[in-house]
């Protein structure tokens, strides 16, 4: 059973970094097809920021190219996404979720194709 457990978040100013941590205790996420990062801030619908398959390829939303990077150890059965030059729109809650469909993703990945997912972190950014 998939069990997604992510870490990492917490507070930073403006211009500052943090990593994101997605470990999954229950399945080996080598074994799925797609793993992503979404977020949700108050008051509005979730949506995707990142997603990576099991072949390497990657695919992020726009707002955070060249800001964000996702990537997986599979030997640690672990998702990050390093995120830097953060600003105060990326506050968020931020979730780690996983697919086992074959998808194909060429831009941002949408919440609906993801079926597991994690509690969440919350990541606060202040200007």
């Known amino acids: 059973q998939v069990q997604l457990v992510e870490s990492g978040g917490g507070s930073v100013q403006s211009g500052g970094s943090l990593r994101l941590s997605c470990v999954d205790f229950g399945y080996n996420i080598a074994s799925m097809n797609w793993m992503g990062w979404f977020r949700q801030a108050p008051g509005k619908e979730r949506e995707g920021v990142a997603a990576?398959?099991?072949?390497?390829?990657?695919s992020y939303a726009e707002s955070v190219k060249g800001r964000f990077t996702i990537s997986q150890d599979n030997a640690k059965n672990t998702l990050y996404l390093q995120m830097n030059s953060l600003k105060p729109e990326d506050t968020a809650m931020y979730y780690c979720a996983a697919t086992d469909y074959p998808l194909v993703i060429t831009t941002t990945p949408r919440p609906a194709d993801f079926g597991y997912w994690g509690q969440g972190t919350q990541v606060t950014v202040s200007s």
């Open positions: 990576i398959a099991s072949d390497g390829s990657t």
